[in-house]
């Protein structure tokens, strides 16, 4: 039965071709599949923002607070995205992750992250400084933290799946469709395009960077802006392909939604550092040099950008720092492995994070919804959205299920 109406020319509407909203589209057709369901993205690729420019890591859920929404996704989600790539063959490696200790307050922190693994019934185990020696001895720490569950795969092949069997299924799939406006009326939602005008009767926006402008098309009330964050890269040479056997990361600061520089082995064999988290002045901003005047215009006009500046200004000091200055990038790197010199760095894309922040300057931690008669948006997917995509897919549709009259 499908909820079309006459004025309407689709059922149900995805704004965002990255892991979200591939998933979700995909979902909707294999929950609902005789709607017509349309899926537009602005790039001429799927997955070519968030989504194409990560680590690639499939996270276990170590550092999310027990029952919450990103521990349930996370441990839902890398279950559910290796089995999708076990059936699609589609290559990812179980390798695990070591969180290594290199200091007293380290450990303590480590300490609590062990608790936490407890109570989210992840494996963990616990090593000591000679235990970490053997496990990896090119790293250097007092303790970790060892989850063998961590794996590794190429989000982007997930995403091509995805939006292959979604138009198999019969949704279609709009490429190089950037949304330019939105209305909403009574019976529908109308879609201005840079190449066409379509409607819809509901709508799911998944817009990642763009999140907050496709709300503020509707007038929809929100106390929230994306605020860029550019995730630095480099990458070592490949005489270092195998200077770990697990992913190295470093013992987190709770107070921050960042998890520090680390050295992740990449599926093709390579190996990467970083990422760090650097103030971003364009929202799309992949190269050295980034600026964008709407970008850095609509920063400034929001109070909650100083707010966040002023809260985080010495962590926002060291992390430009670095970021220029690349010895003290390296420094972070060398506290756990002094094997990596400076001419390993060696270039690598730079990933872009879109994070929510609140009027008050306040980082938005968990998932943030807006919505309309008729529309439903992502207001912000933290990490790890690409490892939990598949449940925040079916969460995303159980939500519009909410909102859905059939007419």
């Known amino acids: ?234 990458q070592l040479p490949a005489k270092h392909n195998q200077i770990v056997s697990h992913l190295i990361y470093p013992i987190p600061d709770p107070d921050l939604p960042f998890l520090g520089v680390h050295l992740t082995r990449m599926i093709d064999g390579s190996v990467t550092v970083g990422p760090n988290a650097v103030q971003g002045w364009k929202r799309e901003g992949y190269g050295r040099i980034n600026v964008n005047m709407r970008d850095i215009f609509d920063m400034v006009r929001f109070p909650g950008f100083w707010k966040l500046l002023m809260n985080h200004w010495r962590t926002g000091l060291v992390e430009t720092k670095n970021s220029w200055y690349k010895p003290g990038y390296l420094a972070q790197v060398q506290k756990y492995c002094d094997h990596i010199a400076l001419e390993d760095l060696q270039s690598y894309p730079a990933g872009i994070r879109a994070q929510a922040v609140m009027n008050d300057g306040s980082l938005v931690h968990d998932f943030l919804f807006a919505h309309s008669p008729r529309t439903l948006h992502v207001c912000n997917a933290p990490s790890p959205a690409a490892t939990s995509a598949f449940p925040i897919g079916a969460y995303i549709i159980d939500k519009l299920d909410e909102q859905i009259t059939f007419v």
Not at 32 to 45: A, G
Request: proline fraction near 3%; charge should be neutral; aromatic fraction near 8%.
């Open 1 to 234: 039965m499908s909820i079309e109406s006459k004025k309407a020319g689709y059922d149900i509407t995805v704004i965002g071709a990255g892991i979200v909203g591939l998933s979700t589209a995909w979902q909707l057709l294999q929950r609902y599949p005789t709607y017509r369901i349309l899926l537009i993205e602005k790039e001429m690729e799927v997955g070519t923002h968030q989504t194409g420019h990560n680590s690639g890591v499939i996270h276990a859920g170590v550092y999310y607070a027990p029952g919450s929404l990103k521990a349930d996704f996370c441990q839902r989600g890398a279950k559910a995205t290796k089995a999708f790539c076990l059936q699609h063959d589609i290559e990812f490696d179980e390798c695990g992750k070591l969180l290594v200790a290199t200091n007293a307050l380290e450990h303590e922190r480590m300490e609590a992250l062990y608790l936490r693994c407890q109570e989210n019934n992840l494996e963990v185990h616990k090593l000591d400084q000679a235990q970490l020696k053997a496990r990896e001895p090119n790293i250097k720490g007092v303790s970790a933290l060892f989850v063998p569950s961590t794996g590794i795969v190429n989000y982007r092949k997930i995403c091509q799946k995805l939006a292959e069997l979604f138009t198999k299924a019969g949704g279609e799939l709009r490429l190089s469709s950037q949304v330019v406006n939105l209305e909403e009326t009574h019976e529908r939602v109308a879609i201005t395009l840079n190449n066409d005008v379509v409607h819809t009767s509901y709508l799911v926006s998944c817009g990642g960077l763009m999140a907050d402008r496709l709300t503020k098309m509707l007038n929809i009330p929100t106390n929230f802006q994306i605020i860029p964050f550019r995730g630095e890269y480099y």
